[in-house]
């Protein structure tokens, strides 16, 4: 099993820019692919970006490609979110995710879970 504990949320501009961090312990990071989800009040839970065991490849829904990038430090056994040109939709409930399957976008996929981190986008 592995746990997630993410951080690094809180409220900014529009335009600003957060990073945040998960960090994963209690089995081998390099086995998971990770990935980042986000759920805003009254809508479902969507994919934001994911990346390889690796970090060779990565995925970006369309709605934050040029804005976010994920990465992966092995050494830290962290995974990152830089989220720049923040806009009000990006606002809500930030998750990191790890799976033992290959690249993909759903949630259902993933088998562990962090606690969720808010992120507040002020227009």
């Known amino acids: 099993q592995v746990q997630l504990v993410e951080s690094g949320g809180g409220l900014v501009q529009a335009g600003g820019s957060l990073r945040l961090s998960c960090a994963a312990s209690?089995?081998?990071?390099?086995?998971?692919?990770m990935g980042w989800f986000r759920q805003a009040p009254g809508k479902d839970r969507e994919v934001v970006a994911g990346i390889s065991r690796a970090g060779s490849r990565s995925s970006y829904a369309d709605s934050v490609k040029g804005r976010f990038t994920i990465s992966r430090d092995s050494a830290r056994n962290t995974v990152y979110l830089q989220m720049n040109s923040l806009k009000p939709e990006d606002t809500a409930d930030y998750y990191c995710?790890?799976?033992?399957?290959?690249?993909?976008?759903?949630?259902?996929?993933?088998?562990?879970w962090g606690q969720g981190t808010q992120v507040t986008v002020s227009s």
């Open positions: 995710a790890a799976s033992v399957t290959s690249l993909c976008a759903n949630p259902t996929l993933y088998n562990y």
């Open positions: 209690g089995s081998t990071f390099s086995n998971y692919v």
